[in-house]
């Protein structure tokens, strides 16, 4: 194995060509911080063999080890024991491990992490009977399939966040979204036309509700399953004088796609050499790992769309599924130009789907952030948040809590509802996530008007609307609030690799119970956010070691506890960890590229505190030249408080009022 800065690498027989780490650029080593602890096995322990199926790879193991991660789990969280077959599939029914984002990424609570680097639909048995010996040792096993050898990576700890973090780093760095990306979407019924899309941004202004970011839904497109990449004139005649009137309002927009090229597209000539051997839908599957072919349907987004104003597309069903039709994606023995096979492809697509369109904006100097229906590895600094067409709002949060350990983000965003109730719930979870997200596209009228389906198409208003529209306002309004501490939350993400949201157990590891806490998470350094679920009149809470205060009403209380609470409709548990300084903004409607956000500084518990803000333009990648400014905003064990601005840039931030939140 050979060793730099905390992360091992050990090759096994013949690697194949295709492979995550040989596709993306890795983040440079030397961004890694040493090591801090030696891995809890020695070189010879790890085993490798070919057999008739592929290649095995045997890790020791100690007994205790609890093992965490393999992408965006919906059904399990201490994935202890459990057979892990990371094969990507839309519709994971029960804990196999598949999922639409399956990732051959763990962390070990032995202090490390690992990376299989395959595209291959890998199986992992974290914790099996050893093959040879006695049944009290047991060994990690992991089959990669239709292989002649594999690489690993090792990410040393000591603690599982310090490997979490390297992993990231390792991928690139945690992506950085403009910061207008942190504010609240809204995707617009599938049937608008370009009146009710412009009507619908109206009444958001009037009614104060925030927006930042309106999505289309596939009747944008002349033809949408294959795709056409084409506006549909008879619904939107004036494309480009929507798009640039929805802007003046301070409206990004977000248009829906998929990958598969219908023949009346305009790139379906150029791409017809460029392709896999199978159509979807009756349209070409352009093979991403080929050069030519990513520049081709890169260009095209970047000159038909990105040159007149669009700042984001949402990249659906780029993954596959084992209980739809089979003709709902290519089969596994698909072939493509580049040399993958559909096994390999379906790993794939997601992440070049994604990098594909990134190249768009980034060639034109701005930042964008999507959505996006799968992923695999190393995809951390990629500008895209998972979304599912599940449903289940509990299993939601155990992904939402699962993602952070392996470089992904997901939205559980706010779709169907049973009533005012869930739909209150869900956005009290979405206003605390990565991405703020209704998706509307079942309904012509906003969900606090009519959550029912069949009357919102029919224009009749729920009698508890005005009600429940103060409520999820109060929320919306809310995020846009959370700005500054979730965009420094991004940038810790962008230079150390922390998560911005995570599980409890990756900063309280020491602390047992936090160990099967699949409901609760971190998000950024300060915030600790327990979600209600419908018909949940009362929850119990888990409090890790330390103070912590209800971000309500500041009481304090004490941690290494559980609390059991009552939960109005209108409040969600949100706590503050003591120690922290809290910057809030006043609320705005939407995010321009003149914003500056007046700050109320809220600073929690005695002693020495620190947080640092960054102000750039938001928009550009100037940043990563060094473009920005450092806001270090502190207080000292006396309780004395200081500002420190390094940059020269524009001011973004303005501290109006402190406060000092003791008892």
């Known amino acids: 194995m ?201 009444e958001f202004r009037q009614n104060e509700i925030p927006v930042d970011v309106l999505g289309l839904e596939p009747g944008w497109h002349s033809h949408s399953y294959s795709c056409s990449y084409l506006w549909n004139k008879n619904l939107f005649p004036e494309p480009e004088t929507m798009v ?59 000159e038909k ?125 979405t206003v605390f996530s990565p991405q703020s997200l209704l998706n509307c596209w079942r309904i012509p009228n906003p969900p606090w008007f009519q959550t029912n389906t069949e009357k919102n198409l029919a224009g009749e208003e729920m009698d508890e609307s005005t009600s429940i529209t103060c409520i999820v306002k109060k929320f919306l309004t809310l995020r846009m609030s959370l700005i500054p501490y979730l965009y420094a939350a991004f940038f810790r993400y962008y230079t150390e690799g922390l998560p911005p949201l995570r599980a409890l157990v990756l900063d309280y590891e020491n602390d047992q119970p936090t160990h099967s806490v699949d409901d609760q998470y971190m998000l950024g350094d300060s915030l600790m956010i327990a979600p209600v679920f419908r018909g949940q009149p009362a929850r119990d809470v888990v409090l890790p070691h330390g103070e912590w205060y209800d971000y309500w009403t500041y009481q304090k209380f004490d941690g290494s506890q559980t609390l059991h609470l009552d939960v109005p409709l209108e409040t969600i548990p949100v706590f503050v960890k003591s120690g922290a300084i809290l910057p809030l903004a006043d609320p705005v409607q939407c995010v321009k590229e003149n914003t500056i956000f007046n700050l109320t500084v809220y600073c929690f518990g005695s002693g020495a505190k620190e947080i640092t803000l960054y102000e750039d333009d938001g928009i550009s990648f100037d940043y990563e030249s060094g473009r920005l400014n450092k806001l270090t905003i502190s207080q000292n064990a006396a309780g004395e408080t200081s500002v420190k601005r390094d940059g020269t840039e524009s001011i973004r931030y303005n501290i109006r009022e402190w406060k000092f939140i003791k008892e």
């Open 305 to 429: 769309f990105v040159a007149k104003g669009i700042t984001g597309f949402k990249l659906d069903e780029c993954d596959n599924s084992d209980f739809k039709r089979s003709d709902w994606s290519f089969p596994e023995l698909s072939s493509f130009p580049s040399g993958l096979d559909g096994e390999q492809m379906h790993s794939a697509l997601g992440l070049l789907y994604q990098k594909t369109i990134e190249q768009a904006f980034r060639e034109r100097g701005v930042r964008t952030l999507g959505q996006v229906r799968s992923s695999w590895a190393l995809a951390a600094n990629s500008p895209f948040v998972l979304y599912s067409d599940l449903y289940d709002h509990k299993q939601f949060i155990r992904a939402l809590v699962n993602s952070g350990f392996s470089g992904l983000l997901w939205s559980p965003e706010v779709r169907a509802c049973e009533d005012g109730e869930d739909l209150i719930r869900r956005v009290q979870t």
């Open 244 to 302: 640039q009137k929805l802007s003046e309002k301070g409206f990004h927009v977000n248009l829906w796609e998929h990958v598969f090229v219908h023949p009346s597209s305009e790139l379906y000539g150029d791409l017809a050499s460029h392709c896999g051997d199978y159509e979807v839908w009756g349209g070409l599957v352009p093979d991403l790992a080929d050069n030519t072919a990513q520049d081709i349907f890169s260009k095209y987004h970047g």
């Open 2 to 202: 050979q060793s730099g800065s905390g992360v091992w690498h050990c090759n096994f027989g013949q690697s194949e060509k295709a492979t995550p780490g040989r596709f993306w650029k890795i983040g440079e080593y030397t961004a890694l911080k040493n090591g801090g602890a030696s891995l809890p096995f020695q070189n010879s322990d790890i085993l490798g063999r070919k057999t008739t199926r592929g290649f095995v790879v045997e890790i020791p193991m100690e007994k205790g080890d609890n093992f965490y991660g393999f992408g965006l789990q919906f059904h399990g969280f201490n994935q202890t024991g459990r057979r892990r077959f990371l094969k990507v599939n839309s519709d994971p029914v029960t804990n196999t491990g598949e999922s639409h984002a399956p990732v051959p990424f763990f962390v070990s609570s032995a202090g490390y992490g690992l990376l299989v680097d395959s595209f291959r639909y890998v199986t992992i048995y974290p914790g099996t009977a050893s093959e040879t010996g006695s049944s009290d040792q047991r060994r990690i096993l992991i089959e990669i399939p239709n292989c002649q050898g594999v690489d690993l990576y090792f990410f040393e700890g000591p603690a599982m966040l310090d490997a979490v973090r390297r992993y990231n780093i390792f991928s690139g760095g945690g992506c950085l979204p403009p910061l207008w990306a942190l504010g609240n979407w809204y995707r617009a019924y599938g049937g608008s036309d370009q009146n009710h899309v412009q009507k619908l941004a109206d």
